[in-house]
RNA sequence: GUGCCUGUAGCUUAGUAGGUUAAAGCGUCGGGUUGUGGCUCCGAAGAUCGAGGGUUCAAGUCCCUUCAGGCACC
């Protein structure tokens, strides 16, 4: 899920956005709030109308600003205050006033008011009072969610998650798990990871939480992550991630870029871990059971599972800092791999055209889990041609040539805009990719 | 021709009455970024202080000469 904290996946066309695969994307309680405020959105028909983003939206409830804002917030059982960073004004979230504005905003999930923890000392030491406090914010959100809701039907209701905390803390995350579970919840979120731990410690967490998920509940792990966290949050049974890194590292010039492993080791285990080494053979998977109901299994060499670095060639997930020097005069495209339509981009005058209609496949996995509630119609997105993969436009035959790393290293340097939203579908596409290779495995 | 002003990092400048290893912003180069406050954060390289000589324990700073640019006057 690209992420849209102030109603737009930033420097991003929905158009632009859609083409890339995704299927939802963020909005953010707290931000929309401040400015221009929920009634506004609601005034200009809510979020879809309003960002004109006909998917389903999810919005955060805010509980990671908590986190995230720690300087200018108080938290009481009853609930948080900010300091509105732009004038000083007191502005509070309670687990009911988070209802109230997610409906209001009118997304398709909202998300409940949770208590994030920072791992330092004085976050560890609250560890489990915030995990308690998390559980009975939930039921307050629970209760406030039926009271809003209760006229509504089923299709206009939009989806409650909870969401679980427990920091590093096996026996609070089971817990924490547990209860969330148990609440009357559409899915489940896993909150307080990818706060600053290691790379170790997040996957040793996931690892231990896969066998407790409720198979019948979508599993959305916040906040996570970069190629090698996704893959290996897939192949630990979670449905669903968002994360900034797409998009903020896009603009910041880092581009992820897919290094294939060349290692036919005769063995058949070359160093990717399961699912990524799986996916350059899908069929050894295929027909087997879904990735949520049996976590695919870690290879013994823990480090290759960890990254799906290939130790033997460097092959796996990569990423290349546009800025550099080295790609002054590189004509290449970001990856050659790639079919979004930053590397492979028509430059001739099919451009113009219907013909050019997305024929990239699109899974569909979360789609039924959620009722989108608009009508609003948004144009076809001038798509990745049918033969994008063969580098050729099908209609003319001439080749597809992206933007090449030297005109996007340019554009970075002289502070153009154009170059973050470039690699941003680039980098969004890349996840949505690893997504798409994951859904065929089931 | 005469008088005055200005020369410090690639650029724009700070360097106070001479006193530790000449400072900053931008630019350059490299890195970071995980439920987005921040086109951001961190780090590095980069200066024989226009040149030469002198005074002094000590000169970017004072003196002389010279070069370059600018201004004014003849």
Same mark, same amino acid.
């Given at each position: 899920?690209?992420?849209?904290?102030?109603?737009?996946?930033?420097?991003?066309?929905?158009?632009?956005?859609?083409?890339?695969?995704?299927?939802?994307?963020?909005?953010?309680?707290?931000?929309?709030?401040?400015?221009?405020?929920?009634?506004?959105?609601?005034?200009?028909?809510?979020?879809?109308?309003?960002?004109?983003?006909?998917?389903?939206?999810?919005?955060?409830?805010?509980?990671?600003?908590?986190?995230?804002?720690?300087?200018?917030?108080?938290?009481?059982?009853?609930?948080?205050?900010?300091?509105?960073?732009?004038?000083?004004?007191?502005?509070?979230?309670?687990?009911?006033?988070?209802?109230?504005?997610?409906?209001?905003?009118?997304?398709?999930?909202?998300?409940?008011?949770?208590?994030?923890?920072?791992?330092?000392?004085?976050?560890?030491?609250?560890?489990?009072?915030?995990?308690?406090?998390?559980?009975?914010?939930?039921?307050?959100?629970?209760?406030?969610?039926?009271?809003?809701?209760?006229?509504?039907?089923?299709?206009?209701?939009?989806?409650?998650?909870?969401?679980?905390?427990?920091?590093?803390?096996?026996?609070?995350?089971?817990?924490?798990?547990?209860?969330?579970?148990?609440?009357?919840?559409?899915?489940?979120?896993?909150?307080?990871?990818?706060?600053?731990?290691?790379?170790?410690?997040?996957?040793?967490?996931?690892?231990?939480?896969?066998?407790?998920?409720?198979?019948?509940?979508?599993?959305?792990?916040?906040?996570?992550?970069?190629?090698?966290?996704?893959?290996?949050?897939?192949?630990?049974?979670?449905?669903?991630?968002?994360?900034?890194?797409?998009?903020?590292?896009?603009?910041?010039?880092?581009?992820?870029?897919?290094?294939?492993?060349?290692?036919?080791?005769?063995? +058949?285990?070359?160093?990717? @871990?399961?699912?990524?080494? &799986?996916? $350059?053979? *899908? /069929?050894?998977? !295929?027909? =087997?059971? %879904?990735?949520?109901?049996?976590?695919?299994?870690?290879?013994?060499?823990?480090?290759?599972?960890?990254?799906?670095?290939?130790?033997?060639?460097?092959?796996?997930?990569?990423?290349?800092?546009?800025?550099?020097?080295?790609?002054?005069?590189?004509?290449?495209?970001?990856?050659?791999?790639?079919?979004?339509?930053?590397?492979?981009?028509?430059?001739?005058?099919?451009?113009? +055209?219907?013909?050019?209609? @997305?024929?990239?496949?699109? &899974?569909? $996995?979360? *789609? /039924?889990?959620? !009722?989108? =509630?608009? %009508?609003?119609?948004?144009?076809?997105?001038?798509?990745?041609?049918?033969?994008?993969?063969?580098?050729?436009?099908?209609?003319?035959?001439?080749?597809?040539?992206?933007?090449?790393?030297?005109?996007?290293?340019?554009?970075?340097?002289?502070?153009?805009?154009?170059?973050?939203?470039?690699?941003?579908?680039?980098?969004?596409?890349?996840?949505?990719?690893?997504?798409?290779?994951?859904?065929?495995?089931?």
């Amino acid at each position: 899920m690209p992420v849209g904290t102030r109603g737009a996946v930033k420097g991003l066309h929905p158009c632009e956005v859609k083409n890339t695969g995704a299927q939802i994307i963020l909005g953010n309680t707290y931000h929309l709030h401040l400015q221009p405020g929920e009634d506004t959105i609601k005034n200009l028909g809510g979020l879809h109308d309003f960002t004109r983003w006909d998917g389903p939206i999810l919005t955060d409830s805010g509980g990671f600003q908590v986190f995230s804002l720690a300087h200018i917030r108080k938290i009481t059982e009853e609930g948080v205050t900010f300091k509105d960073p732009r004038n000083g004004d007191l502005i509070s979230l309670t687990p009911e006033k988070a209802m109230r504005i997610q409906l209001d905003l009118g997304g398709d999930i909202i998300m409940a008011f949770d208590d994030v923890v920072s791992l330092d000392e004085a976050g560890k030491k609250r560890t489990e009072e915030a995990v308690q406090r998390t559980h009975r914010w939930l039921e307050r959100c629970v209760t406030e969610f039926k009271r809003l809701t209760k006229d509504m039907q089923d299709s206009e209701r939009p989806l409650l998650f909870g969401i679980a905390q427990g920091g590093l803390n096996r026996e609070l995350r089971a817990k924490s798990i547990e209860f969330v579970q148990s609440c009357d919840v559409d899915g489940v979120a896993i909150g307080g990871l990818s706060v600053g731990e290691t790379r170790e410690e997040m996957h040793d967490m996931l690892e231990y939480l896969a066998p407790l998920y409720d198979p019948d509940k979508a599993h959305y792990l916040m906040g996570v992550g970069d190629p090698i966290d996704f893959r290996f949050a897939i192949e630990h049974g979670i449905d669903m991630v968002d994360c900034v890194m797409a998009t903020r590292n896009a603009r910041h010039g880092t581009a992820w870029i897919h290094k294939p492993c060349t290692c036919t080791n005769k063995t +058949g285990k070359a160093g990717l @871990s399961g699912a990524s080494r &799986a996916i $350059s053979d *899908s /069929s050894s998977l !295929r027909g =087997s059971r %879904t990735v949520r109901e049996v976590p695919l299994a870690r290879t013994s060499q823990k480090n290759f599972a960890t990254s799906t670095e290939c130790k033997t060639c460097g092959g796996g997930d990569k990423k290349i800092n546009l800025n550099n020097q080295q790609f002054t005069e590189d004509a290449t495209v970001i990856d050659p791999e790639c079919d979004c339509t930053t590397c492979k981009v028509p430059h001739h005058t099919c451009l113009n +055209g219907a013909e050019l209609r @997305s024929a990239t496949p699109v &899974a569909s $996995s979360t *789609s /039924s889990l959620v !009722r989108s =509630s608009t %009508t609003s119609q948004m144009p076809e997105p001038p798509g990745i041609t049918e033969q994008s993969s063969s580098g050729h436009c099908f209609r003319c035959g001439e080749a597809l040539t992206g933007f090449s790393r030297g005109f996007l290293r340019h554009q970075f340097k002289v502070n153009e805009s154009l170059a973050g939203s470039l690699v941003s579908i680039h980098n969004i596409r890349y996840l949505n990719r690893i997504a798409e290779q994951y859904y065929a495995l089931r």
